[in-house]
């Protein structure tokens, strides 16, 4: 898979080197650039933004050297799929991370919060699929972490990245449900016992206590992701 991202701050994106998906990136499986959007500017002052038509607060992206970013990045590929980050995008879930693991090309565009001229959406939608994605209900300085949080999101997901890939499918998120609760040696630490199911080697047994346990945290700490008639108590 490769990667493009467009920033004014491409240095955020040095963390990505660390850790799976620098290794990802040293085998080949993953191909990642980030790209400084002043790059594509002609000015002597490299301006990226302007006041807003309209009047009102803050400053809006030029969409000159937006577009000259998206069609040298979108001319790697046949048909790329083109995100930008905005808390006014579609919710980022792990069936989104899913989708976008299964593709070649993805161009992640960060705006700050006030926003890219709109048409500059229009035009991206010409060379590629274009999407709008929101991490969360919360407004960030710009797209950067944003982006971060889903390449380590969709990266972890693409084949070989991870090397145990069942250690993917018990995770939170990936059955619809919360994870269930994790323990480890000694089997008494400062009073607290590991439930006695974990240490019994009834693996029936221990399968269906976690189960239950996913179904009680995801009712206690996250109603919303359950059937609506599970939803109570
Ligand atoms: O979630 N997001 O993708 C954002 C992008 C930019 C600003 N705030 C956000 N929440």
């Known amino acids: ?18 850790s799976l998906l620098g290794k990802a990136q040293d085998a080949g499986i993953l191909e990642l650039a980030a790209h400084d959007l002043r790059g594509w500017t002609h000015d002597r002052h490299r301006t990226v ?16 050297p937006w577009g000259l970013a998206i069609d040298e990045l979108a001319a790697a590929s046949d048909r790329p799929t083109i995100i930008f980050p905005s808390p006014a995008g579609e919710l980022f879930t792990q ?25 500059v ?4 939608a010409s060379l590629g699929q274009v999407r709008l994605i929101s991490l969360g209900d919360y407004v960030l300085n710009g797209g950067e972490v944003a982006t971060m949080a889903m390449i ?6 693409i084949p070989g990245v991870v090397g145990n890939p ?8 990936e059955d619809g449900l919360l994870e ?15 439930p006695d199911v974990l240490l019994s080697g009834n693996h029936a047994v221990i399968a269906a206590w976690r189960r239950e346990q996913q179904f009680e945290r995801t009712r206690s700490r996250r109603p919303d992701l359950l059937p609506a008639d599970d939803a109570e108590g």
């Open 121 to 124: 959406f229009e035009y991206a």
């Open 152 to 157: 380590e999101a969709i990266g972890r997901l």
């Open 49 to 64: 933004d302007d006041t807003p038509y309209g009047g009102g607060a803050g400053m809006v992206m030029k969409p000159e």
């Open 1 to 18: 898979m490769r990667i493009d991202v467009v920033s004014i701050f491409p240095s955020y994106f040095d963390g990505l080197k660390l």
């Open 166 to 173: 069942e250690s993917l499918v018990e995770e939170s998120h």
């Open 95 to 119: 069936k989104t991370a899913r989708e976008l693991a299964g593709l070649e090309h993805l161009i992640f565009g960060c705006g700050r919060y006030e926003g890219i001229d709109e048409r």
């Open 180 to 194: 269930y609760p994790s323990y480890t040696k000694p089997s008494v630490w400062r009073d607290r016992q590991v």
